[in-house]
Each structure stands twice: as structure tokens, then as C-alpha cells.
């Protein structure tokens, strides 16, 4: 589990084609690897990945074809700067939102102009993402949580304040026309599966007098 803060960032060191998938190398100068071991969790543009092998500034993890076929990640180059987040502790200050490092799909940079000091950003994202995400919710990006400023039909609209820009990718990859990896709130994911009866599995068990309804939710404070 992460919550979208990046710690820091780092680049791709290499991308080796492995038995039909990928063996991805990511090097950081930044990054605190003292508490890292085989095994870990670190969010990287995102997408949680698992340690297989590490050294004093670099860590390897295999990428399925799945993962690939589902996020960015074959956007990427050697040299490429990406986001990175060890995962969270139950001691770290929870600064962003909850985030599974779970890519749900891609979205596309539509949008890129200056706003005062800000970089007002606009992401077009996958249609069947659009209902999971609201004006003023969370999102996250590349693996970085942030406020949207409005939602319209898939367009999400965003505004990156100059450390958010200096401290991750954003000044250097989210470019027009570039990709970016997207994670709606993993919160209106449950929320669709409790409340739409229709979508659960034939081997759900239903307790009727558990089921939540959008009655309940609005009888106790979900919804206005």
C-alpha cells in the first residue's frame, strides 16, 4: 500500500527483454535503500513492483506481460526519469490518499500550459475509468496523488504547483501526447461493487440483512 507522496525519483537504468517479459533496472542516487530487501514493494511511476535484486543505489524487478499490457511501461527508455515510492509503514505520515499501486489504465497528456506559477495539465483517460473519478477527488498519476480540478466527460483536469513538478517527473515527461499510468480512487471501486448487485460473481453469498444499498449510504451520511 503507498499514498502517492513520491519520495523521490529515479531513472531507467536498463529494460532486458526475459523469457517473453521484462527484467526492468531502476538506478536512484536519492532514494534510501537502507530498509529495502529482496522481496519489497516500490511503487515506481505507479505501478507496484517487486524487488528481485538490488545493490547500493539500484533495484531490478520482473514486469509480466500483463503489467505491460496494462500501464506505460513500454513507453519507457533507458535514461527516462520515474517516480518512486517505497511502501508505506504504519508509522508514515499519510499525506496523500490510498493508493494500491494497482494501474487500472492509461491516460494520455491532451493538455500543457502555464498558470501563473502553476502547470495546468489535462488527461484524457480511459472512458470506462471516467464514473470512478469526481471534480475535486483524488487521483493518481504516474503514481503522484492529486486533487482533480474538474472532471468532464473523461477529461480530467489538473494543477501541479512547482514542487510537485520539481520533485518528481512531471517537468520532464508529462508532455503532449505523452502516456501516463492512471489509479482511481480505489475507494468508488468498492463502492461500485457494493452497491451494484448485478455485477458481483455467481458464487458472491448475498446476506440480506448485510447488503448495502444506496439507502443506507445516504440514511448514514455517504451521500448528499
Same mark, same amino acid.
Given at each position: 500500500?503507498?499514498?502517492?507522496?513520491?519520495?523521490?525519483?529515479?531513472?531507467?537504468?536498463?529494460?532486458?527483454?526475459?523469457?517473453? +517479459?521484462?527484467?526492468?533496472?531502476?538506478?536512484?542516487?536519492?532514494?534510501?535503500?537502507? +530498509?529495502?530487501?529482496?522481496?519489497?514493494?516500490?511503487?515506481?511511476?505507479?505501478?507496484?513492483?517487486?524487488?528481485?535484486?538490488?545493490?547500493?543505489?539500484?533495484?531490478?524487478?520482473?514486469?509480466?506481460?500483463?503489467?505491460?499490457?496494462?500501464?506505460?511501461?513500454?513507453?519507457?527508455?533507458?535514461?527516462?526519469?520515474?517516480?518512486?515510492?517505497?511502501?508505506?509503514?504504519?508509522?508514515?505520515?499519510?499525506?496523500?490518499?490510498?493508493?494500491?499501486?494497482?494501474?487500472?489504465?492509461?491516460?494520455?497528456?491532451?493538455?500543457?500550459? =502555464?498558470?501563473?506559477?502553476?502547470?495546468?495539465?489535462?488527461?484524457?483517460?480511459?472512458?470506462?475509468?471516467?464514473?470512478?473519478?469526481?471534480?475535486?477527488?483524488?487521483?493518481?498519476?504516474?503514481?503522484?496523488?492529486?486533487?482533480?480540478?474538474?472532471?468532464?466527460?473523461?477529461?480530467?483536469?489538473?494543477?501541479?504547483?512547482?514542487?510537485?513538478?520539481?520533485?518528481?517527473?512531471?517537468?520532464?515527461?508529462?508532455?503532449?501526447?505523452?502516456?501516463?499510468?492512471?489509479?482511481?480512487?480505489?475507494?468508488?471501486?468498492?463502492?461500485?461493487?457494493?452497491?451494484?448487485?448485478?455485477?458481483?460473481?455467481?458464487?458472491?453469498?448475498?446476506?440480506?440483512?448485510? +447488503?448495502?444499498?444506496?439507502?443506507?449510504?445516504?440514511?448514514?451520511?455517504?451521500? =448528499?
Amino acid at each position: 500500500m503507498f499514498t502517492g507522496i513520491i519520495e523521490s525519483v529515479g531513472h531507467v537504468k536498463s529494460m532486458q527483454p526475459v523469457g517473453g +517479459d521484462i527484467r526492468l533496472t531502476i538506478e536512484s542516487d536519492d532514494l534510501d535503500f537502507s +530498509d529495502v530487501k529482496l522481496g519489497d514493494s516500490i511503487a515506481s511511476n505507479g505501478i507496484c513492483l517487486t524487488v528481485v535484486a538490488m545493490g547500493s543505489n539500484y533495484y531490478s524487478v520482473d514486469v509480466s506481460r500483463e503489467t505491460i499490457a496494462r500501464t506505460a511501461l513500454e513507453s519507457l527508455k533507458p535514461g527516462h526519469i520515474v517516480n518512486l515510492e517505497k511502501a508505506m509503514l504504519p508509522t508514515t505520515r499519510f499525506g496523500g490518499h490510498i493508493v494500491a499501486g494497482h494501474v487500472d489504465g492509461v491516460g494520455v497528456i491532451s493538455k500543457v500550459e =502555464k498558470d501563473a506559477r502553476s502547470i495546468y495539465i489535462e488527461i484524457e483517460i480511459p472512458k470506462e475509468l471516467a464514473h470512478y473519478t469526481a471534480t475535486k477527488g483524488s487521483i493518481t498519476v504516474d503514481g503522484i496523488s492529486l486533487t482533480t480540478n474538474l472532471v468532464r466527460d473523461n477529461i480530467v483536469s489538473l494543477n501541479i504547483i512547482p514542487h510537485t513538478a520539481q520533485v518528481t517527473n512531471i517537468g520532464k515527461h508529462w508532455l503532449l501526447g505523452n502516456k501516463v499510468n492512471i489509479e482511481v480512487d480505489i475507494v468508488a471501486r468498492y463502492l461500485e461493487r457494493l452497491i451494484n448487485k448485478d455485477n458481483r460473481s455467481a458464487n458472491t453469498i448475498s446476506n440480506p440483512q448485510t +447488503d448495502i444499498t444506496e439507502a443506507f449510504l445516504a440514511d448514514n451520511g455517504f451521500m =448528499k
